[in-house]
């Protein structure tokens, strides 16, 4: 091969994920109860994962970006078991994950939650980061 014949160089291509949260998520499996502002009945859901600005959310049905939601989020501290509450908005929802799951995906951040639950979330979370 001679100088005038180099192979030609691809650019390199591929996946890049950068992160644009303000918080660290958390992987957890907890329980949650949820309902619409407008609507009196509680249905129940679970928290994939975890951070101090939202959480990742598995549904019984599908919500719409922009939805506000009231949530109730159950945990363990030690041997006692406590809650945190929430006004939350979706900010994106997903497909439905699967007949197994039978459940919808959606991400929802935090727009009002009183200061002595943040910070019960955060021991929570600081607990699980070891």
């Known amino acids: 091969?001679?100088?005038?014949?180099?192979?030609?160089?691809?650019?390199?291509?591929?996946i890049v994920n950068l992160e644009r949260r303000k918080h660290p998520r958390f992987d957890v499996?907890?329980?949650?109860?949820?309902?619409?502002?407008?609507?009196p009945g509680y249905l129940t859901g679970r928290v994939r994962n975890a951070g101090e600005g939202g959480l990742l959310v598995y549904l019984p049905e599908r919500m719409e970006v922009g939805q506000h939601l009231k949530m109730k989020v159950f945990f363990t501290m030690g041997t006692r078991l406590d809650t945190i509450e929430a006004l939350t908005q979706v900010v994106?929802?997903?497909?439905?994950?699967?007949?197994?799951?039978?459940?919808?995906?959606?991400?929802v951040q935090f727009i009002d939650i009183s200061e002595e639950d943040v910070e019960k979330l955060g021991r929570f979370l600081m607990n699980l980061s070891g």
């Open 92 to 107: 994106w929802a997903d497909f439905r994950v699967g007949k197994d799951w039978g459940d919808y995906r959606c991400g």
């Open 29 to 39: 499996d907890l329980p949650i109860e949820y309902h619409r502002e407008a609507s």
């Open 1 to 14: 091969m001679t100088r005038e014949e180099k192979p030609a160089v691809r650019p390199r291509a591929g």
